[in-house]
C-alpha cells in the first residue's frame, strides 16, 4: 500500500497555532507524522499519541458541534427537536463515557470513537486540574446544547427551501490560494451557512465558549467570506458572517457584513503567514521540515496547554 503524503496545506486554525508557537505547528504538522505506522520510532509514535489527545475546551466543543449538526439536521428534515433534558442526558452519557475511558486508559491503543485518543488532563503533571475543574467546562456545554433550542438561528432554517442551507458542518471545503506561483489548499469547516428570507447569505460559527473582543473572529471569517465569493459565486456584500455564543447569548443576533477591503487583509495576512510557514519546510510537497528550522515561542503563556513539553528542552520558562 503507497503510503500517505504530508504535502501542505493551511487552514484559519494552522495559522493560528504557527502564529502562537511555530515549533508546536512543527510537532503537530511534521514531527507526528507517521507515528501510526507499526515501525515509527518510539519518540515519533508518542508525539504522535500526544498530538491526538483533546483537552475539556475542545473535546466538550467538538461534541457540541457535533450534536449541534444533528440538531440542524432534524430541523431540516421537519422533524421536532428532542425535549432539552433528553438532549442533556445524551451528552452527559457521551462526557461520562468518554472522560472515564480516558482517564483509564492512557495508551492511545483503543480508542472509544475514531479520533479520540484521550484527555491532556489525564496526563498528570502540570496538566493535572481538581475533579470540580471539569464541572463547568461539562455544565457550559450543556447549556450550548440548551443554547440552540433557544437560538434565533432555529426559526431562520426552520422551513427553509433545502437548496438554501448551503452548509452545515459535514464535510471539510477547500479551496485554492495562490501564493507566490504555488496553489496551496485552504481547508474550512463551516458550522452553517444559509440563504435567508431576505436574501443575504448568513454564515455562521458556533461558540461554546464564553464571548471575547469585537473581532476576535474577523480573521476566521474573512477567509469564509473568500471562500463563498470565489468557490460558491456568492458576492462578499451578500454575506453576513458571525458567531453564535450557544452557552451565553444564542438569541443575539451578531452578524456583520465584511467589506471587500476587509476580506482582501485578511486574505493577505493568510498569505504572509502561509510564506513564512514555507520559509521553514525543506520540502512541502513530501512534507519533509527539520524541527530546528521552527522556532520556540518567547512566551512562556503559549506553553501552559501544549502537550510537548517533555519534548521540547528549547521551551522559554
Ligand atoms: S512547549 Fe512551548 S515552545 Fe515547546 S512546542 Fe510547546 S508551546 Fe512551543
Known amino acids: 500500500m503507497s503510503r500517505l503524503v504530508n504535502a501542505f496545506s493551511y487552514s484559519h486554525s494552522r495559522g493560528e497555532l504557527f502564529r502562537s508557537c511555530p515549533r508546536r505547528y512543527w510537532f503537530v504538522r511534521y514531527g507526528s507524522w507517521g507515528g501510526w505506522e507499526r515501525d515509527a520510532d518510539p519518540e515519533t509514535r508518542e508525539i504522535y499519541r500526544l498530538n491526538k489527545l483533546s483537552n475539556r475546551y475542545l473535546w466538550t466543543g467538538h461534541h457540541v458541534h457535533e450534536a449541534v449538526r444533528l440538531l440542524v439536521e432534524t430541523v431540516r428534515e421537519g422533524r421536532p427537536l428532542p425535549p432539552p433534558e433528553t438532549l442533556r442526558e445524551e451528552l452527559l452519557a457521551v462526557f461520562r463515557r468518554e472522560f472515564a475511558h480516558s ?4 495508551s492511545g491503543l483503543n480508542p472509544v470513537r ?6 491532556l488532563e489525564h496526563e ?18 450543556l447549556s450550548a446544547i440548551e443554547g440552540f433550542s433557544r437560538s434565533w438561528v432555529l426559526p431562520e432554517i ?18 485554492l490560494l495562490s501564493v507566490d506561483g504555488r496553489a496551496v489548499p485552504v481547508h474550512l469547516k463551516i458550522d452553517l451557512a444559509f440563504r435567508s428570507r431576505s436574501g443575504d447569505v448568513c454564515v455562521l460559527d458556533w461558540k461554546t465558549g464564553r464571548p471575547g473582543k469585537a473581532g476576535d473572529h474577523d480573521r476566521q471569517l474573512g477567509l469564509y467570506a473568500w471562500y463563498f465569493e470565489g468557490e460558491r459565486g456568492i458576492p ?3 454575506l453576513r458572517l458571525g458567531p453564535v455564543y450557544l452557552a451565553y447569548r444564542p438569541d443575539r443576533r451578531e452578524t456583520v457584513t465584511v467589506s471587500r477591503e476587509e476580506v482582501e487583509k485578511v486574505v493577505e495576512e493568510a498569505r504572509a503567514t502561509i510564506r513564512e510557514i514555507l520559509s521553514c519546510v525543506d520540502d512541502p510537497d513530501r ?6 528550522r521552527f522556532p520556540v515561542t518567547l512566551r512562556p503563556f503559549d506553553c501552559r496547554d501544549c502537550p510537548f513539553t517533555r519534548f521540547c528542552p528549547d521551551r522559554p520558562r
Open 103 to 106: 482517564r483509564k486508559d492512557r
Open 114 to 119: 475514531k479520533g479520540f485518543f484521550g484527555l
Open 124 to 141: 498528570g503533571g502540570a496538566f493535572a486540574i481538581d475533579d470540580a475543574e471539569w464541572k463547568p467546562t461539562v455544565e457550559r456545554a
Open 158 to 175: 426552520a422551513g427553509l427551501p433545502p437548496g438554501d442551507l448551503l452548509d452545515r458542518d459535514t464535510e471539510l471545503r477547500t479551496a
Open 236 to 238: 462578499v456584500e451578500s
Open 287 to 292: 512534507g519533509v521540515a527539520r524541527k530546528e
